[in-house]
C-alpha cells in the first residue's frame, strides 16, 4: 500500500537546498562535461556574463579567466564598476536580488532574472565574492551555498574598479565532470566576437576581435567563402552572411551578447527576411528558401531590452511577438546592403541559381533511387525499428524536452553484432540498423551520392531526414562497431558521412560512439567488465592471482544476457562533437581525402613503440 499522503508529506525547501537538489531546473543538465551546454560551462558563462553586462555598458574592456581544466576551480575578475558594496552578499546569495531590474543600470543585459550567480554559489565546494569600488572592497566567502565569512576594508590604489569571483564546483553535486578546454576556449571566442573590442585573457592567452562578427565569419569560411560577406550593422542589429560550397546551413546567434545556439525568433526571423529580400531584388527571378540557404553561413546579433530566454540557460531566444517587426528591420537592411553591392549580389544568386539546377537533378535521382526500392520491399531491409520515435514537434511538459529523446538507433557492423544488439535491445526505444561491413568513403563527393548508394539511401530513409533535420525518428545515432582496426575505421568512416552532409546533427549533440567492454575479469566469485586497461589492472587486484582475463574483439563475442548491462542506463557513450574549429575541413581532408602518402609519413612519425612489445 502506498505511504499516507499527510501534512508532513509537504516539504518546504531553503533555495540553496532545492538548487543542489535539483540543479538541472537552474543550470541544465549535469552532463559530464564533454557536450558544449553541460551546466560545468553554464556555471562559467552565469559569472562571466555578469562581467559581459558591465562591458556592453562601457566599463571594462578587459576579463581575466582562470580556470583549472582538472578540478574545474574558476576565477574571473572585471574591471567594470563594481558591485555595489552594501550589496555584495545578497547578490550572490539572494534570489531573485540584482541589478539588472533595473534598465539604468543595465540596458542591454543576458542575466534578468537574478538566478545565475546564486546557484553557482550553492553548487559550489566554495565560492569567493570581491567588489572594488571607490578605494574600498567588500568580500565574502560560501561554503556550498553558506556564508562563511564576510569584509569590508580600504582597497589598495592597484586594485581599482571590478569584481572578482573565485569558486570550485562540488563533486559531491556535480559528479564525474570533466572540463574541456576546447569548450571553454569556443565560449571565450564567442564572447569576443559579438563584444568587439573587448579583451578575455584565458589561463593567460588573449582573446579578442576588432572586427566582432566579421571576424567570426572570417574565421568560419577562411578561403571558402564565394563572395565577400555581406555585413549590416544598426544601433541593435548585426547581420552578417556569406556562401561556400558545404552543404547545409550554418548559423551563429547572439541576444544582449548571448550565445543562443539553439536559436529562436532572431534567427527564423532572418531567415525569412533573406528570403523576401533575395525575393524582391529582381522580380523577375523567384528563390527557393531551401536553395537560398544551402551552403550559407551567417551570424546575427540583437540588442533587446528585456529579453525572454526558454530555460535558464539562454540557448533559445523566444519573443514571437516581434517576430513580425524584426522580419520587416532585417528585410530592409539586407536589401539595402544587396543594392551596395550588386557585383557581390551577382555571385549570390549565381550559387543560389546553381543550387536550384543541383536540386532539380537530384529530384529526379531521388525519384529513381524511390522507385528502385519500392520494386523490391516497403520496409527499409537492414533496420530492425523501435516502436517509440522521436517527434520534435511535441513537448513533454513535464520534462520540457520533446518526446521520444530517450530513443535511439544503433549502426552496427554486420549481423553478428546486430544480432547480439537486436537480441539484447530495448524493442520499445532502441532500433539497430545493420551495416554491410565498411560503408563508402563520402569525402569529396557530391550529394548524389546518398540516392545512388543503397546503403547511405536506407539510412538517411530509415533516419528520416531526407527532407529536413526536424524528421529525425530517434533522439540518439550510435555508432556499435567492433574494437578493432576495421571497427575504428568504420567510425571514421560513418562520421566523415555525417561531418559532410548532416553536420548539424552533430553539432545538436545527437550523434554518439558506444563504449563497450575490451576485457573481463573474473574469478570463481565475482567478475568485472573493463573498458580500459586501468579499470582492467584494478580488476585483476580484485580478483587475485589465476584470475581469468578475456580479452573482445567483436561485439559478437558478448552473448545477449551480458550486452544488456552495455546498453542499457549504465551505458557508456562517447559523444561526437565538433567545436567551431576553423581546421575542422582541413582535419577531415587530412584524414579521409586522397593524400595517403602525406598520412603514411605522419603515422611513421608519430608512431611511439614500446620495447616491451618486441
Do not use: W
Amino acid at each position: 500500500m502506498a505511504k499516507d499522503y499527510a501534512d508532513s508529506s509537504i516539504k518546504t525547501l531553503d533555495p540553496v537546498t532545492h538548487i543542489r537538489m535539483r540543479p538541472g531546473m537552474y543550470v541544465g543538465e549535469p552532463g559530464t562535461g564533454a557536450m558544449y551546454h553541460d551546466c560545468i560551462y553554464i556555471l562559467m558563462k552565469e559569472v562571466i556574463d555578469n562581467s559581459i553586462d558591465e562591458f556592453v555598458m562601457g566599463a571594462g574592456k578587459r576579463i581575466d579567466v582562470n580556470v583549472n581544466y582538472d578540478t574545474g576551480e574558476t576565477s574571473v575578475r572585471d574591471y567594470g564598476r563594481g558591485i555595489p558594496l552594501g550589496k555584495v552578499v545578497d547578490c550572490v546569495s539572494q534570489m531573485n536580488t540584482g541589478g539588472k531590474f533595473d534598465s539604468d543600470s543595465f540596458q542591454f543585459s543576458a542575466g534578468m532574472n537574478g538566478v545565475g550567480t546564486k546557484a553557482v554559489n550553492a553548487l559550489s565546494e566554495f565560492f569567493e565574492v570581491r567588489s572594488y569600488r571607490d578605494g574600498e572592497y567588500s568580500e565574502a566567502y560560501f561554503e556550498e551555498g553558506r556564508i562563511k565569512s564576510k569584509k569590508r576594508g580600504k582597497a589598495k590604489t592597484s586594485d581599482g574598479h571590478g569584481t572578482y569571483t573565485r569558486y570550485k564546483p562540488d563533486v559531491k553535486v556535480l559528479k564525474h565532470f570533466k572540463v574541456r578546454e576546447e569548450h571553454v576556449v569556443r565560449r571565450m571566442r564567442m564572447y569576443c566576437y559579438v563584444n568587439a573590442g573587448l579583451t578575455i585573457s584565458l589561463n593567460g592567452q588573449e582573446i579578442r576581435s576588432d572586427k566582432g562578427l566579421q571576424d567570426l565569419i572570417a574565421d568560419e569560411a577562411q578561403f571558402e567563402k564565394l563572395y565577400q560577406p555581406f555585413h549590416v550593422k544598426t544601433k541593435n542589429l548585426e547581420i552578417i552572411f556569406t556562401h561556400t560550397n558545404r552543404f547545409g546551413e550554418g548559423y551563429h546567434s547572439f541576444v544582449n551578447g548571448q550565445y543562443t545556439t539553439d536559436g529562436g525568433t532572431h534567427l527564423t526571423a532572418f531567415k525569412e527576411a533573406l528570403t523576401k529580400a533575395l525575393n524582391d531584388y529582381d522580380p523577375k527571378k523567384k528563390f527557393d528558401g531551401d536553395d537560398i540557404r544551402d551552403g550559407l553561413i551567417g551570424a546575427v546579433s540583437l540588442r533587446i531590452m528585456n529579453p525572454v530566454f526558454e530555460g535558464q540557460t539562454k540557448i533559445k531566444f523566444v519573443m514571437n511577438d516581434i517576430r513580425a517587426e524584426l522580419v520587416q528591420q532585417m528585410k530592409k537592411e539586407i536589401e539595402a546592403a544587396l543594392h551596395r553591392s550588386p557585383a557581390e549580389t551577382e555571385k549570390l544568386i549565381a550559387k543560389i541559381e546553381e543550387t536550384g539546377k543541383i536540386r532539380s537533378q537530384l529530384n529526379t535521382i531521388k525519384k529513381q533511387a524511390r522507385e528502385r526500392t519500392q520494386a523490391t520491399q516497403v520496409r527499409v531491409p537492414q533496420l530492425k525499428d523501435c516502436k517509440n520515435h522521436l517527434k520534435l514537434d511535441k513537448i513533454n511538459k513535464k520534462t520540457g524536452k520533446a518526446e521520444g529523446e530517450e530513443t535511439m538507433i544503433f549502426l552496427t557492423e554486420g549481423k553478428s553484432a546486430g544480432g547480439t544488439l537486436g537480441n539484447a535491445r530495448d524493442a520499445m526505444n532502441q532500433a539497430v540498423f545493420f551495416l554491410r561491413g565498411k560503408c563508402l568513403n563520402t569525402f569529396g563527393l557530391n550529394k548524389d551520392i546518398l540516392y545512388k548508394n543503397e546503403e547511405f539511401f536506407n539510412l538517411i530513409k530509415s533516419l528520416d531526414i531526407e527532407e529536413k533535420l526536424d524528421n529525425l525518428r530517434y533522439g540518439k545515432i550510435i555508432f556499435a562497431t567492433d574494437a578493432d582496426v576495421d571497427g575504428l575505421h568504420i567510425r571514421m568512416l560513418l562520421t566523415t558521412f555525417f561531418m559532410r552532409f548532416y553536420r548539424q546533427l552533430i553539432m545538436d549533440g545527437r550523434v554518439f560512439i558506444l563504449e563497450t567492454p575490451l576485457f573481463r575479469v573474473r574469478n570463481k566469485k565475482e567478475q568485472y567488465y573493463c573498458f580500459s586497461d586501468a579499470e582492467r589492472e584494478a580488476a585483476i587486484k580484485k580478483c587475485g592471482r589465476g584470475c581469468e582475463i578475456t580479452r573482445f574483439k567483436g561485439l559478437g563475442e558478448l552473448n545477449a544476457k551480458e550486452f544488456k548491462d552495455f546498453i542499457g542506463p549504465k551505458m557508456r557513450l562517447t559523444p561526437v562533437t565538433c567545436a567551431d574549429d576553423v581546421d575542422v575541413e582541413k582535419t577531415i581532408k587530412f584524414y579521409m581525402g586522397s593524400n595517403t602518402p602525406e598520412r603514411k609519413d605522419y603515422i611513421m612519425e608519430s608512431l611511439v613503440c614500446d620495447s616491451s612489445d618486441f
